[in-house]
């Protein structure tokens, strides 16, 4: 498979995240959507490794690796999913949308990537203006009645953006050589226990009835989701930049803000579509910046 399209289908995926782990937790918690969903997600990644043959190490590069992974499967995902119970699916892929930002960062002062240069930089800034203006949406965007929603829901987010960025960068270190699904397995195996012990905690009760529409939701996240996704993810990662894959992040918002829209009757105002231009200018800048200064120098 190319990078390109495994790159392109990273962004379809991710697009649907947002909303449909909103569904995931309909009537049973998002305790019980999240550990349901990587537990069926390692049951499928663990049969693939079998029927495809293919060796899961156990050396300590792999193991650095799986918990590399771990530290986005369990911890940015389990932020993810507290946060959708307080802020829309759209303003989660909106604050996602941070990534490319703070995983730059990373990667520079841990000496991974060089300085961004200045197109690069003034491609960051203008998508964040665009995102600054949708995050306007403020209130709009709470689905819970608690007067701290909008606060709980953005500390979810921005830890998730962390731990994400962080993953991304260690993955890349340690993951080189390694089977892009046997990252995932891995990963997953090492976050189901920390999944299960969660929802022990937090909830513990095996719900009495599942809706359709969430059991739909949570079959869609644990294959597509977690294992397509996340196995397309790693090998896109091996290819290309912590800091380009990071700008799938750029793009997912728009595609989220209308899936949301369209299929949970998300409210869009003004605000998102002058914000959506400001994106796609960024990325624009980012990408072929340093290209239009050379040709018009």
Known sequence: MSVQAAYLAVIVIWSTTPLT???SAEGIGFSAGVTSRMIIGTVVCLLL???LRIEMPWHKQARWAYLAGAVAVFGAMSSVYFASQYISSGLIAVLF???PVV???IAVLSG???MPTLSKVAGIVTALSGLIIIFSLGED???SEDSNALFYGGIGMLACVFLHSLSAIWVKQTA???PALAVTTGSLVFSVPLYVLTWLLVDGQLPLEVPARTGFAILYLAVIGSVVGYVLYFYSLKHISVSKMALVTLITP????ILGSVLNGEIISSSIWFGTVLILIGLSLHQWGARLRFRYA
């Open 141 to 143: 965007a709470v689905i």
């Open 97 to 99: 949308g941070l990534t």
């Open 176 to 178: 080189q050589g390694l």
């Open 112 to 114: 991974q990537e060089r």
């Open 21 to 23: 782990i909103q569904w």
């Open 49 to 51: 490794v079998k029927l």
């Open 103 to 105: 995983t730059t960062v």
């Open 254 to 257: 728009v595609t989220a803000l």
